[in-house]
């Protein structure tokens, strides 16, 4: 009996492998995919200006990393004893300026080499509503809780959308000719936009990215939000919050997203990854008994035994701990 809709989701024409580099940038469902994918030991860097949800502060981001960019004091404001900037997440945030300032400026120096090198980059759109500053319209990736008249809101323009990612990613291509591009729109509802306009946002969102994969032959869509919204289709696949996907509607999506974007021979390597993953993860009532002994050598001889026969495989830290 079939209980739910198929969707089949063509593979992706240059899949990844181990000895890839992945940059992902854009919203929270990015995180979770990354989590995924370190949890995997890939090469990974996520999200140097933190979590973005709007078109534009991604393709903001992009540019930053292709010019090398450095923040000065006078591009960052102080709120509630915090000095913070428009263009970056919280988490970069401090109560020192010169702290929040180092953060920034050594996440996007990191970035800048990374996106010279790297093999894919996985982009998620999480709203087309944009923020802007009502003093001088300066669009703004995070409002960082400051008060709600000092910003107007708008829902994007398809075309505006598709002209601020396609300049960015055409510039992209001119640095790293042999990126390929991953979208995504993510399955989180952004609910306080409201329902309808939340569909609306999305539609834009998802319109704008398929034009882009028309005019890139590199780039590439999976479907994450049609995998929640109409394959799963169902309350218990969220949260308590309505919003979020929870725990089994992630695996879903990242047992689609294996199947269609990573190479055959990495799939059979990562079961035996996530293993060593697991067992390094896993914490002991009595460490200093013999059975305890034997089940670290076990991992031991497993580690040297795959990076021998695969030396791109990053497990030194997981080979120090079952040696310690």
Request: charge should be negative; hydrophobic fraction near 40%; proline fraction near 4%.
């Amino acid at each position: 009996m079939q209980l739910t809709l198929e969707l089949n989701v063509p593979p992706i024409q240059k899949p990844i492998r181990y000895t890839d580099k992945i940059m992902l940038i854009g919203s929270c469902f990015t995180e979770n995919m990354s989590e995924r994918l370190l949890q995997h030991k890939f090469s990974v860097l996520s999200n140097p200006h933190g979590i973005l949800f709007n078109p534009l502060s991604v393709a903001n981001s992009i540019d930053s990393y292709i010019i090398n960019k450095q923040y000065t004091k006078g591009e960052l404001f102080q709120l509630n004893e915090l000095w913070n900037s428009w263009d970056h997440h919280t988490r970069f945030s401090h109560t020192d300026a010169e702290s929040a300032l180092a953060l920034i400026n050594q996440s996007l120096t990191e970035a800048s080499a990374f996106i010279r090198e790297a093999d894919h980059i996985i982009i998620t759109l999480g709203s087309a509503f944009q923020y802007y500053l009502t003093e001088n319209d300066k669009a703004v990736a995070n409002n960082h809780r400051a008060p709600a008249q000092w910003f107007h809101k708008d829902l994007l323009d398809i075309n505006l959308i598709v002209a601020a990612l396609d300049f960015s990613l055409d510039r992209l291509r001119q640095l790293n000719p042999n990126i390929q591009i991953i979208f995504t729109i993510s399955p989180v509802r952004h609910i306080r936009d409201g329902v309808v306009d939340n569909n609306r946002s999305k539609a834009r969102l998802i319109e704008a990215v398929h034009e882009l994969c028309e005019r890139y032959t590199c780039a590439y869509y999976f479907p994450a939000y049609e995998l929640i919204i109409d394959i799963l289709r169902d309350y218990r696949y969220y949260d308590i919050d309505f919003v979020h996907p929870n725990y089994l509607a992630t695996s879903f999506v990242w047992e689609q997203f294996v199947n269609a974007c990573i190479d055959a021979d990495t799939k059979t390597l990562m079961k035996d990854v996530l293993e060593i993953s697991t067992a390094r993860a896993h914490r002991t009532r009595f460490p200093d008994t013999e059975a305890h002994r034997k089940f670290k050598a076990s991992y031991v001889q497993k580690i040297e035994e795959l990076q021998k026969k695969f030396p791109f495989l990053k497990l030194e830290e997981e080979l120090a701990y079952f040696k310690s």
